[in-house]
């Protein structure tokens, strides 16, 4: 008796799970997130979600929204595509999920876009910069410009403002770094540079010497690093160590203080485009800059400004429709993103295309001193 009454319990709560998924009435608001939380690319991970933790910390503290708390699901997808896929599988199937960030990686987001697409549910990836991320349906959303719009802002400045005629490429061997790779050689050849070197780098790596040697006799005025920091970091040591002493430009993933941490004078004079500076006197960015340090005693990179941001606008979103009287649903969340006036936060103004796409104006640094500086302050002293 006492196995039928649970198994007619647990019928009836599946039940009513199911009967409420259309219009998650019931409170309080979940919210997904997938992200490398272990395996490589976990300080990234562990950034999103200490960003994101922060702003629902400070959101519910506040009241939360229109009432009713927000909470995080969160899952570790260790960038893999597979485990992407996996937990997009588990998250659209649970009928309490409004809206879901992630991932880090162009690879694993794109890997489970189809799913999230098919099922009506947002992806929203505060980092995913391939062009194709976004053409996956409408319900994919990114906070960061794609490699199509920053590429040939990175290499204008390499060629019209370094004044660059040769140019080597050094890029992550993955689907992020090549269309990294693409979006600038394309760009820089289209202004009248030559590419000599165009290589692509294992995550990992840890003998650039080969590459130095190719370096030291391709006669190249400018290098152009599309890379994550740790990577970046033995590079420049050893480039250093060879006397190779060539102008850097950077893509925008080595606007990280770990960057300094690991190069040390190795990369001093770095360029390095960015959408978040923490000197920035604008308000957002400030408040974000200290919420962030007393939470988590340490320093944001603009991938937790860019996550902190990207869990902000998905929660205005809400607000939008609960304010507004109108049932939450998956699709309300959708089109209310859409639909959403221009949001300032610590990663810049946000405002979604018609793709789901941002456009963020980049601002330049240079690596002095030990610490990142805006370029053209410098260039004015």
Known sequence: ?????????????????AASASTFGA??????????????????????????????EELNAAGGIVGRPLVLIKEDDRSLPVEAANIARRFVADGRI?????SFSSTASLAAAPIYERAGLVQLSPSSSHPDFTAQ?????????????EGPLN????????????????YRQDDWGLTASRSFVDAARDLGAQVVI??????????FRPLITRLHSANVDVIYLALFYA????????????????????????????LIALGADAVEGFYVPTNYFPGDPDPAVQTFLKAYRERWNGEPDQFAAIAYDSIAVIAEAIRTILEGGEPLTRRAVRDALYALEPYRGASGLIKFDAQGDVVKPMTWLVIRNGR??????????
């Open 98 to 102: 409004v809206a879901t960030i992630g």
């Open 198 to 207: 165009n290589e692509a780098i294992v995550d990992g790596t840890r003998d």
């Open 1 to 17: 008796m006492s196995r039928r009454l649970g198994l007619w319990l647990a019928l009836a709560s599946a039940f009513l799970l």
């Open 231 to 258: 990577d970046a970091a033995v590079f420049a040591q050893q480039a250093r160590q060879a006397g190779l002493n060539l102008p850097v430009v950077t893509n925008s993933s080595l606007n990280n203080p770990e």
């Open 27 to 56: 409170d309080p608001i979940y919210i997904g997130l997938f992200a490398p939380l272990s395996g490589d690319n976990a300080e990234y991970g562990i950034t999103f979600d200490r960003a994101i933790t922060l702003y629902i």
């Open 372 to 381: 990142f500086e805006i370029l053209d302050e410098i260039l004015d002293q």
């Open 137 to 149: 349906g409408t319900y994919m959303f990114r906070n960061v410009n794609t490699q199509d719009i």
């Open 155 to 170: 290499a204008q400045f390499v060629v019209e403002r370094l004044g660059a005629r040769r140019v080597a490429v050094i």
